[in-house]
């Protein structure tokens, strides 16, 4: 008896395949290293992944190889994500929050072969460069390659002439995809090793948590060189969403500015990033941010959230951001908080919920 149609390997490939076919002309926004703005789709993005896939295969990366980035949030990045899922390899996201003598282990450790590394990040790895043992090629994400790094190949040089790669490979769903390195704890970092099926079903279970559809533009910005960006560039694909990458500028400013020109209706990340953005409407002529008014919600990660990370007022809108566990994203637990935009300085918590269903609910009233 063949097996039923319904048992496939959960690969990322498939969700995937399903966004850039349903949703071609979705919108890619990215502030690049030189703060410029890029804009792409899901349909011509999906061209420079296929030649980024064949560009690896061109570099002598086999699957299971590991491909280091240092980089920011941004369109070539998520390209990188995109192509080592599809292929078996493995994207080691290299923290660049870390020490030197950090990094230099987990590059080591990973045993990565190739980095692709931002244009303004090459001064802070090219020191470093003689003591990674394992690395056979440079790879600058822009269109020049760097004198820094000797034998550097630029990313645009690098895909321009190659191929599209066809059909993804059929691969064991138990295969690693990504290996990201703890922050914070005594000695070396600890690598973790996320496979096709956790991340599918990660990505699954989150977004049975929350609303997110083609109608929503995403804006992370926790990084995505630290736990896969919390999985948000695996949702919001999956889903058809607009992305809008913040790339370096990261500032209040930056920041808040690209909520209201590029209309953002999610973001994630860490209180203190929302400390630094309640300010800005408040500092700003009246009419200089105007937010989508369905900008629903925020996730914050674990940590103690005061009423100043609340964003009081500033979206003039009764609906509930969603907590948030950096770690580990679908775990509820007691340090998981959830902020409320607009309630100003009353701002409740509470555990993760469907937004939109629960978005009349009243601050006071326990959402358990």
């Given at each position: 008896?063949?097996?039923?149609?319904?048992?496939?390997?959960?690969?990322?490939?498939?969700?995937?395949?399903?966004?850039?076919?349903?949703?071609?002309?979705?919108?890619?926004?990215?502030?690049?290293?030189?703060r410029s703005i890029s804009r792409s789709t899901y349909g011509s993005t999906d061209v420079r992944v296929r030649k980024l896939a064949s560009a690896m295969d061109f570099l002598g990366l086999g699957i299971g190889d590991a491909v280091g980035t240092f980089a920011w949030n941004n369109q070539r990045h998520h390209e990188l994500y995109w192509a080592t899922a599809n292929t078996g390899r493995v994207c080691h996201t290299i923290n660049l929050r870390l020490f030197a003598d950090q990094i230099v282990y987990i590059v080591n450790h990973a045993e990565d072969k190739v980095i692709f590394v931002d244009p303004d990040l090459v001064p802070l790895i090219a020191p470093l460069a003689e003591k990674l043992e394992t690395v056979?090629?440079?790879?600058?994400?822009?269109?020049?390659?760097?004198?820094?790094?000797?034998?550097?190949?630029?990313?645009?040089?690098?895909?321009?002439?190659?191929?599209?790669?066809?059909?993804?490979?059929?691969?064991?769903?138990?295969?690693?995809?990504m290996l990201c390195y703890s922050s914070g704890t005594t000695g070396n970092p600890k690598g973790v090793a996320y496979t096709q099926r956790s991340t599918y079903v990660h990505t699954i279970s989150n977004l049975a948590n929350f609303a997110m559809g083609p109608t929503d533009n995403v804006l992370p910005v926790v990084p995505m060189f630290h736990a896969s960006a919390w999985g948000y560039p695996f949702e919001a694909v999956t889903q058809g969403a607009k992305l809008t990458y913040p790339g370096p500028d990261l500032s209040p400013e930056g920041i808040v500015k690209l909520f209201a020109e590029e209309k953002v209706t999610f973001s994630a990340g860490v209180p203190t990033v929302w400390l630094g953005n309640s300010a800005i409407p408040h500092r700003a002529p009246r009419d200089r941010y105007v937010f989508d008014p369905s900008f629903p919600l925020w996730w914050v990660g674990r940590a103690e959230i005061d009423d100043q990370v609340v964003l009081d007022g500033a979206w003039d809108s009764p609906d509930p951001?969603?907590?948030?566990?950096?770690?580990?994203?679908?775990?509820?637990?007691?340090?998981?908080?959830?902020?409320?935009?607009?309630?100003?300085?009353?701002?409740?918590?509470?555990?993760?919920?469907?937004?939109?269903?629960?978005?009349?609910?009243?601050?006071?009233?326990?959402?358990?």
């Open positions: 008896m063949p097996h039923m149609q319904d048992d496939f390997p959960l690969l990322m490939s498939t969700l995937y395949d399903h966004a850039v076919w349903i949703h071609p002309d979705q919108e890619i926004v990215s502030v690049e290293s030189d056979e090629n440079w790879v600058i994400l822009g269109d020049q390659a760097s004198d820094a790094l000797p034998g550097s190949i630029a990313y645009e040089d690098l895909i321009g002439d190659q191929p599209e790669h066809g059909q993804w490979p059929l691969l064991d769903e138990r295969s690693p995809m951001g969603l907590g948030h566990d950096r770690d580990q994203p679908d775990r509820l637990d007691g340090d998981t908080q959830a902020t409320h935009g607009g309630l100003g300085s009353g701002g409740s918590t509470g555990p993760i919920g469907d937004s939109r269903a629960s978005r009349h609910r009243s601050p006071g009233e326990d959402r358990r």
